[in-house]
């Protein structure tokens, strides 16, 4: 009787073999994040705005005109009548009216009925496409030529540098244009890094704050906020100050309440049809405008050099 033995690869040869990893990989589960975007920001501003709704997508602001005219004068020992007064309102008072910011996403639904698991695809491409109208909001309310901020500063509130980096001298005389409760400084990510150099070669390193879990330089006690946003053209760029809030006659963000479908702040994210060729459509809007209540409320720096030897090229259009 003739007994058949099976040789193993191992009792074959003097060395230990095994089943090599790329083959073990076929058989394994891996482990997938969603999807990563590098061009996403923190989108500060957005975050420290105080936002008001605005119903029918107007928004008035009423301001009060000759306020030096007020006659107010105190007690008079002698009885004689006290000064009569009153205050006058701008007859054509500005408007501003939100504006939006759209688009439509695009999904076959083979690609969501096949490839959605363990991320649901709709879902995904809906995040990325949110996230990228919120960045482009944010630009927006820096850079819109009809109401972003760079705009809306009155020549009087314009200065520019004393030596061309960022220094202390520089913040001191913003604030002294924003002096009524002044909330954050903003400037691109490059200018924040020239005014840290600067502070350092006088000696005054600048504090810091904790703010959303982050950590932001300050100066006189007011955070000086990042955002790419912010124009750098040639090595140049601006650092903004503001005053924000409603009650405090600052900066104020609009939004529209209500909509249908609504996902955030003036968002909402509408399915508008399967077509004939199992396209589903998703339209996503973003709805919103700034107004800025007074003009003491902003201040900019302009001419901010961050590197005399280097040319940048501009960061946002």
Known sequence: MEVCHVA???????????????????????TKSVPQMDTLTPRWLVHLLAWVP?????????QVVHPESVQIKCDNYDESPLADTFIDYERDPREYRLKAVQTVLDVHTRVSDLYSSPHD??????????????????????NSPEYGLLASAAPRQRIATM????????????????????????????????????????????????????????????????????PLEHGKTKILLMRTGESRQGVIGLF????????????SVRFMQIDRSAIASYLVS??????VLTPDALAVLDDVEVDKFHDYSPTYR
């Not at 605005?54 to 009423?62: K, L, S």
């Open 54 to 62: 605005v119903e029918a997508g107007i928004y008035r602001v009423n």
């Open 256 to 267: 529209q309440p209500a909509l249908e479908g609504e996902q955030g702040l003036g968002l």
């Open 121 to 142: 695809q709709v879902a995904q491409q809906l995040r990325l496409t949110i996230e990228a109208v919120k960045e482009h909001q944010e630009g927006e309310l820096i």
């Open 286 to 291: 973003l709805y919103c405008s700034l107004a």
């Open 163 to 230: 030596t061309g980096p960022p220094t202390p001298d520089d913040l001191d005389a913003l604030i002294a244009k924003v002096w009524k409760q002044p909330a954050f400084f903003l400037t691109h990510p490059e200018a924040i890094a020239a005014f840290g150099r600067e502070c350092t070669r006088r000696g005054v390193p600048p504090a810091t704050v904790s703010l959303f879990g982050s950590q932001f330089l300050t100066w006189r006690g007011l955070p000086i906020i990042p955002s790419d946003k912010v």
């Open 8 to 30: 193993t690869a191992a009792h074959q040869s003097s060395h230990s073999m095994s089943v090599s990893d790329d083959a073990a990989r076929t058989l394994a589960t891996v």
